[in-house]
């Protein structure tokens, strides 16, 4: 540590307190702080742990403002050596770095208290790890690459600062233009939310999250629990937030390459230049793939490149200008495209051969570049390269004109999609809410007298004519349900829905059966009296053969709705122990956990966000109008889904929802069935006891019906009724 510090050059004074050496590597030593000549701005401790509560009081004595504590085994808990460490530090306000941590890097102001193995160049990327081997990874990468930081830090054990911490810091920060995350699990996910949602809307904010494979919901009663997985939420809390997640340290890098520019990509039309044809195709596959769109040729640059190249190219895009090409043909190709209104920026591939020089090649890009950027301010366009099996002075040339080299064609297509990624996300974070009407007219007293009375008969699912009641408060409509408690009642629910013209279900009515076809709860299709009889006389022996031990409360009877075109989806809430809520929806019925065609968002949700949740499905692309099948009704799933948001926002009682299946046709949608699981809130937050994100202030909306006109200072100034709405959460 010493030598990290002193050989980066920090230029203000340093001093090492030791009890015992009086001189260590040559640096005389204190026996204390309280000895010290100077107040130290920051300090580094890498003492055992048994001592670092002391050293944080007399810390706290000295009037020191910050530590970056290295040491490990402080424990954790009530009682542990950790607690004492913090409640020493917050007496006097002295913020932690750790402990457990690798250290923290400036290279500003040329400080290194840390143990990395290079001082990384000064630059503007932000890099903050839960992990000091990523930060260790991140600084030996960057010391063979133009690439600097403006800060890393390795936040360890985050008993004080935490991500959420160095988030504020580096979107405030004017040298940071982009942040690298890399979290395992976030210890307050509201803070850390509203933090990642201000950073991401001044700068892009990168996170990898380990621990992707993990199996979050296994114990899950609901369908919708099974579905929503750990790794799920975190992925669904990102996206809200702004943030661009990728999967590893390599998409780290490539991200961090684009990142790196000034300039971004406005769009996702990208040309192709290349002098080989094959990787110039697979650039255009993996574009496609990822979702980019390959630029079409305008008319001036095709000209462009004719005047230098005649017919000697492909003509289209992957611009391909053959295995000869040399510095001046590229520089005339690219001038072109740079030119050209019909792409938003250019990748730049070459594969080395014996008749062109490769450093005369990236010689003339730079060049190039450097002259558009001049041409065209803020709003050249992004330039990424990939000279396969290049040494590090074509690297070093190209990142003279700010030119990522990335290693691959596949690379550099990753690189340019993370920037598109980034557009999309800033445009998403400035899109205002549409209002919903319907959902502030939900009868929430008829509600919460149905969950007090479950909670207080201490029982944990309502029974399906409760919820029938729940999902009625919230106008979702649910096939009409009766309970039937002998074969007698059964029959006579049967012959009121056999005279509307329909065969009849009838599934079992258990406290102890939650996924009731399992067990042969369910019979479909009942056509007469008789039936229902041999129905009702059979579940009650399979259901008691496979589940002895059950209670049986009666039967339920539903009818059989006819709706050939409807899809099955499912909808419903789920409960995190990080975030809360969590809403999910995808493709219904009985398999929905090997189908596994869903997406996870956080509420609260609009209009904008539940369509935004709907189009992250397989079956999205089925709601809309196929060969002979009409499209589902417009805003109908969307709607059911803000409804279940505003449900969730209403009843933190509310552990787990599922409404599966959920048909949804050119009518609608309707519910066949559902569940609702309900608990004693756990307090997650401050406020609200459950949400993540504050919901929308639905408190402060109003109607009003202003007079139809006005005359003032003799302009008449007419006016329609109007309602105001909260800014997006």
């Known amino acids: 540590m010493l030598r990290n510090i002193r050989d980066a050059g920090f230029s203000g004074p340093i001093a090492i307190v030791n009890p015992v050496h009086r001189e260590i590597d040559g640096h005389p030593t204190c026996a204390s702080l309280d000895t010290l000549p100077f107040v130290p701005d920051i300090i580094v401790v890498t003492a055992p742990a048994s001592a670092v509560p002391d050293i944080m009081a007399a810390a706290v004595a000295k009037g020191v403002a910050g530590a970056v504590i290295l040491s490990t085994g402080l424990?954790?808990?009530?009682?542990?050596?950790?607690?004492?460490?913090?409640?020493?530090?917050?007496a006097g306000g002295l913020r932690l770095i750790g402990p457990n941590?690798?250290?923290?890097?400036?290279?500003?102001?040329?400080?290194?208290?840390?143990?990395?193995?290079?001082?990384?160049?000064?630059?503007?990327?932000?890099?903050?790890?839960?992990?000091?081997?990523?930060?260790?990874a991140m600084v030996d990468w960057a010391a063979e690459r133009p690439l600097g930081f403006s800060g890393l830090v390795s936040i360890g054990d985050q008993l004080d600062v935490d991500v959420a911490d160095c988030l504020d810091y580096f979107a405030a920060d004017p040298a940071t233009h982009a942040i690298l995350l890399y979290v395992e699990a976030i210890p307050d996910a509201r803070k850390f939310l509203s933090a990642a949602r201000a950073a991401a809307r001044v700068k892009p904010v990168v996170v990898v999250k380990a621990g992707r494979m993990a199996q979050g919901a296994k114990a899950a009663a609901t369908h919708t629990g099974a579905l929503a997985g750990a790794d799920e939420v975190y992925d669904a809390a990102f996206r809200r937030t702004g943030l661009l997640r990728v999967?590893?340290?390599?998409?780290?890098?490539?991200?961090?390459?684009?990142?790196?520019?000034?300039?971004?990509?406005?769009?996702?039309?990208?040309?192709?230049?290349?002098?080989?044809?094959?990787?110039?195709?697979?650039?255009?596959?993996?574009?496609?793939?990822?979702?980019?769109?390959?630029?079409?040729?305008?008319?001036?640059?095709?000209?462009?490149?004719?005047?230098?190249?005649?017919?000697?190219?492909?003509?289209?895009?992957?611009?391909d200008i053959g295995g000869d090409a040399n510095g001046v043909h590229y520089g005339a190709a690219l001038a072109a495209l740079l030119d050209d209104g019909e792409n938003d920026a250019v990748v730049v591939l070459n594969v080395q051969t014996a008749v062109a020089d490769p450093d005369d090649i990236a010689k003339a890009v730079a060049e190039t570049v450097n002259a558009h950027r001049q041409g065209q301010g803020r709003s050249a366009k992004p330039v990424l390269a990939a000279f396969v099996g290049a040494g590090s002075g074509v690297t070093a040339r190209l990142g003279s004109a700010s030119v990522p080299n990335l290693p691959t064609e596949d690379d550099a297509i990753r690189a340019f999609m993370y920037g598109v990624h980034h557009h999309d996300a800033m445009q998403a974070l400035m899109t205002s809410p549409p209002g919903v009407a319907e959902v502030a007219q939900a009868d929430r007293e008829a509600v919460q007298r149905i969950l007090d009375n479950a909670i207080r008969e201490g029982r944990a699912w309502l029974d399906p004519i409760e919820l029938a009641a729940v999902l009625d408060a919230y106008a979702i409509p649910m096939v009409p349900t009766r309970k039937a408690v002998s074969v007698e009642q059964a029959i006579a629910h049967a012959e009121e829905f056999f005279q509307q013209g329909h065969a009849v279900a009838m599934k079992i009515l258990s406290p102890d059966i939650v996924h009731k076809s399992?067990?042969?709860?369910?019979?479909?299709?009942?056509?007469?009296?008789?039936?229902?009889?041999?129905?009702?006389?059979?579940?009650?022996?399979r259901v008691m053969a496979k589940h002895p031990d059950c209670r049986v409360a009666g039967m339920i009877i539903q009818p059989m709705i006819g709706r050939p075109a409807a899809r099955e989806l499912i909808l419903g809430l789920a409960d995190d122990p990080t975030f809360g809520p969590v809403i999910v929806f995808g493709e219904g019925g009985t398999a929905v956990e090997i189908i596994n065609d869903k997406a996870l968002a956080l509420p609260p949700l609009d209009m904008t966000l539940a369509d935004d949740l709907v189009k992250r499905t397989r079956i999205a692309r089925r709601l809309a109008g196929y060969r002979n099948v009409s499209a589902v009704k417009p805003g109908a799933v969307q709607l059911t889904l803000v409804k279940l948001s505003q449900m969730a926002i209403d009843f933190p009682e509310i552990s787990e929802l599922d409404i599966n299946p959920l048909l949804a046709d050119e009518q609608g949608v309707l519910a066949l069935d559902a569940r609702l699981r309900i608990a004693r809130p756990k307090k997650l937050f401050a406020g609200h006891t459950r949400l993540a994100i504050r919901p929308y202030p639905t408190a402060w909306q109003r109607d009003a019906t202003p007079v139809q006109s006005v005359c003032i200072r003799g302009f008449s100034v007419r006016s329609r009724s109007f309602r105001m709405h909260s800014s997006h959460a």
């Open 518 to 541: 399992d067990v042969g709860g369910v019979v479909l299709q009942l056509r007469d009296a008789g039936a229902v009889r041999r129905a009702y006389d059979g579940m009650i022996e």
């Open 101 to 136: 941590c690798f250290g923290l890097i400036a290279p500003g102001c040329r400080l290194n208290a840390s143990f990395a193995a290079h001082m990384p160049r000064q630059g503007g990327l932000a890099l903050i790890s839960q992990s000091g081997a990523i930060i260790a």
């Open 75 to 90: 424990g954790h808990g009530e009682g542990s050596l950790s607690a004492a460490t913090i409640d020493a530090a917050s």
């Open 247 to 319: 999967c590893d340290l390599r998409e780290l890098f490539d991200c961090a390459a684009i990142l790196a520019l000034k300039t971004q990509p406005q769009g996702r039309r990208l040309a192709v230049l290349t002098n080989g044809g094959g990787l110039g195709i697979l650039a255009i596959d993996r574009l496609v793939e990822l979702g980019g769109i390959s630029a079409n040729l305008g008319t001036s640059s095709c000209t462009g490149i004719n005047e230098v190249l005649g017919n000697r190219w492909s003509g289209g895009n992957p611009v």
